[in-house]
């Protein structure tokens, strides 16, 4: 089982910037694919980014060309960077492993870290 543990949210002004990081440990068997995920309070939880084992990523149009995402194998950690932040922004942020293949699907990833809150004023 892969334990998940999201760092690096916090509270900051729009139009600036922040590095999420997750830290992966235990089994790396179903963590060819990892992702970002975020809910804001009464909404629906929605995709984020994803990268696989390859490099490959996607992301979902609302944070396309703002956050990149991106993988340290060696370390077992994945990092999302966010530029240019929005209110609209605001909301937990989750990390997710074992993906099958690169996908936002909630459903297709096996392990869930606890998130890391995301407020932008």
């Known amino acids: 089982h892969v334990q998940l543990v999201e760092s690096g949210g916090g509270s900051v002004q729009a139009g600036g910037s922040l590095r999420l990081s997750c830290a992966a440990s235990g089994s790396i068997q179903r963590t060819n694919c990892m992702g970002w995920f975020r809910q804001a309070p009464g909404k629906e939880r929605e995709g984020v980014a994803s990268i696989d084992s390859d490099g490959i990523t996607t992301y979902a149009d609302s944070v396309k060309g703002r956050f990149t995402i991106s993988r340290h194998k060696a370390k077992n950690a994945v990092y999302l960077e966010i530029k240019s932040l929005r209110p609209e922004d605001t909301a937990m942020y989750y990390c997710?492993?074992?993906?099958?293949?690169?996908?936002?699907?909630?459903?297709?990833?096996?392990?869930w870290g606890r998130g890391t809150q995301v407020t932008v004023s």
């Open positions: 997710a492993a074992g993906g099958s293949w690169v996908t936002l699907d909630s459903k297709e990833y096996k392990s």
